[in-house]
């Protein structure tokens, strides 16, 4: 029988159902219920070019070789097919999919073994067939410690993949758990043929050999690429599908400054923004040549402590710091609305969130205590805390273009400037901050996570995870390492719940990073873009299905 169960990626993980999420303002979301620019034709129009823009540019085509981001996994997911497509369906189980590279698949009696069958008369954007032995070797390219795939380890239970025919894959597992169809489907399936000239030694060293040497599966094809400038996709005229895409571009325009992306969007140069500020999102709401789309996704923002750093390494110092921080201060002054307080990374109103974890108050005088009670004082009088000769003073990083991220960072330099803490904010443009975030050369950073959807919290906080570049604070207790293995030993999603709860308790307890707040996501779109369907899985995921009413 075909398996209904499954996920996406690491990253970009969706954890409510999509009808509930979205909320179309100043438009039309689809339904043919639009602003008065005439009639809107009943059927999709094909042709044309939309211009989306991104705050910070791709790090190349192969997601295996190159640093995770949302735009590259954005991309790449549109150039290349997964085994399978998650469906934004997902609140209190696992999402359903529907066939994509394969057209069925099933799992053996014991669950130890998960069968796909690959559709028949795929093919490569050169022509060259689309078969099991992409998909394996896929998988060798995904687990290999030559490569060192960001998500490595989600494959860490899969001990074989079988090519039984031409179009007939078997995946094999240690044991059967919950998440085993989200990890087989995490990543898409890339081009052996083409490819494998490479060695996989040679795959980070080289990230400009994958663009000379593309060739895809999904929608669009890579036509040009200006870094910072912009990315330009063709429609891939091999794509399985009849008659998509309906665009015969999309440009993904690099414009790091969220005002500027504004003006063009208002304007009309620009027909897609993934990411409106709270504070002008009313603008778009209201106007009349744009609509606002509004959602919850599955992501947290949250202020990661380096705990490599002394400066962080005390549980009661990471404590005090949170209490430091009033964030419901930050929501409330940058969000406007539009984002709310969560003591957990899981999202309020997932499945697995603990709802009996009380959220550290502001408190700055008990922050005050903490800090003194592990040998923090002002010796010197300066207004800055020192030990043993050390002021209390750090860089907070966060991303250019992300102007919450950045007004939050001004607003917790004040706070913690009151319990006499240095914050230096440094505002750096993303393939910077991936950099140093991979090397651990940082002291704080802000930044956006998500959470797979078989809810495993093992890439962020397993010790294992530390030199897998995902468990970036490199927390490390052996108690919550024991708790996220039971966890994932649970065939059952509901036997698990006692093991997240406990887990999301320490992790309080712990603060190896302060939570700071859920974003909803809010879009804009130009009033002639239809048929976009931005959700928690990808703002792009149907970019496929987008069209442009003609200009008269």
Known sequence: MTSSKSLQSLLLVLFL?????????GGD?????????GPIPEEPVRGGTAVIGYTGDISGVN????????????????????????????????????????????FSEDNKTLTFHIRKGLVWSDGVPITAEDVRWTWEAQTSPEIAWDNASLKATITQVEVLDEHTVRFHFTHAYPGQLVHVNEGVILPKHAW??????????NGRWFVDNLVVSGPFDLEDWKPQQEIVLRRNERYF?????????????????????????LAGSLDFMRQVPAATADRVAAGPDTKLVTFWPPQFTTLIWNLRNPLFADTQVRQALTLAIDRQAIVDTIWFGYARTSPSPYITSVWGHNPDIEEFPYDPDQARELLAAAGWKDADGDGILDRDGQPFRFELMVNAGNQ?????????????????????PATLDWNAIGDLLDRRAFEATITGLA????????????????????????????????????????????????????????????QPMTILWEP?????????????????????????????????
């Open 17 to 25: 159902g999509l009808a509930p999420f979205l909320a179309g303002c």
């Open 29 to 37: 979301d689809g339904t043919g219920e639009g602003p008065p620019h």
């Open 63 to 106: 997601i295996l070789a190159t640093s995770s981001s949302q735009p590259t996994t954005e991309l790449c997911q549109r150039l290349f097919l997964s085994l399978l497509e998650e469906q934004p369906d997902y609140q209190e189980s696992p999402p359903t999919f529907r066939p994509e590279l394969a057209e069925s698949w099933e």
């Open 196 to 205: 494998e000239k490479l060695p996989f030694s040679e795959w980070r060293r």
């Open 241 to 265: 599908e009849p008659g998509k895409p309906y665009l015969d571009r999309a440009v993904l325009r690099i414009i790091p400054d969220s005002a500027s992306q504004l003006t063009q969007l």
């Open 404 to 424: 919450e991220r950045v007004d939050a960072a001004v607003m917790i330099q004040q706070q913690l400037r009151q319990v006499g803490i240095d914050v230096q």
């Open 451 to 510: 959470v797979e959807t078989s809810l495993d919290l093992s890439p962020y906080f397993h010790s294992q995870s530390i030199e897998e570049r995902l468990n970036l604070s490199s927390y490390s207790n052996p108690e919550v390492d024991r708790l996220l293995e039971a966890a994932r030993s649970e065939l059952e999603l509901e036997n698990s719940k006692p093991y997240l709860y406990k887990i999301q308790e320490l992790l309080h307890r712990d």
């Open 520 to 552: 909803q996501r809010l879009v804009g779109m130009s009033w002639r873009l239809q048929g976009a369907r931005p959700n928690p899985i990808s703002t792009l995921h149907n970019l496929h299905e987008w069209w442009l009413i003609p200009e008269s």
